[in-house]
């Protein structure tokens, strides 16, 4: 395969091995879906097992039009669920309907993918996908960890995450410079969360922004009035847990 074949710019590093490509979509649970979404497929190295193995719909958004061009090639029957446009700009249909996510994601918008599937939490039910180990790391990561972050909190607030196994560079083309991982989330049955949800976004992010600083220090990047007297406010953000910041932003509920 020659290097005119891939585009750097987005971050594509086609998968080779088929029996990693099986391992991954059979990492589907499927319970109670109605929908399964491919996000990036690329050469269809895993589209051929969805296609083949599941009864469910399956929809395939790819952003190279080169590849949507060989995807319709390769699975001309199937050329209606073959979509060519930007997931992080995909609109899920109005129904209810609950969808399962699946991918290799590319590298350079794998953690945009992930608010995107944050902001549709009551549609997507499960995510199989292969990313950076490294944002695997901090996906499935606990407070007081270094790798405990922004995405810690925020996915593991609506789902369980589960690393499911490591993948060596070298099953891939271009070959990436670092290790990928295998990673399952399942919605947990938390619908909403005890307080104002924009404001807990916001609240998270601000306190890892400035890691480094106590919450107090923090916090005021989106907050400039009198802040309440919480021992939290004392602490750094990865010494929380998610329960303690949906705690912290139901008391600054009160002040903003």
Partial sequence: MSATHYRKSLGQHFLQDENIARKIVSSLE?????????????????????????????????????????????????????????????????????????????????????????????????IVCMVQKEVAERMSAVPGTKTYGILSVLLQAYYHI??????????????????????????????????????????????????????RNSIRSIYQGILPDLEVMKKRPEQLGIQQFVEMTKELQIFM
């Fill in 30 to 126: 499927l319970e109670g879906i109605s929908q399964v979404i491919e996000i990036g497929p690329g050469r269809g190295v895993l589209t051929k097992y969805l296609f083949r193995e599941y009864k469910l719909p399956v929809l395939a958004i790819e952003i190279d039009r080169n590849n949507v061009e060989l995807l319709k090639t390769k699975f001309p029957e199937h050329q209606n669920h073959i979509l060519h446009q930007d997931i992080l700009q995909y609109n899920l249909p109005e129904r209810d309907n609950q969808y399962a996510v699946i991918g290799n994601f590319p590298y350079n918008i794998s953690s945009q993918i992930f608010f995107w599937v944050l902001y549709n939490r009551s549609k997507i039910k499960e």
């Fill in 162 to 215: 589960d690393v499911l196994f490591s993948v060596s560079p070298n099953v891939f083309y271009p070959k990436p410079k670092v290790y990928s991982a295998v990673i399952r989330l399942v919605r947990n049955n938390i619908v909403h969360l005890d307080c104002d949800e924009d404001l807990f976004f916001r609240v998270v992010k601000a306190c890892f922004n400035q890691r480094r600083k106590m919450i």
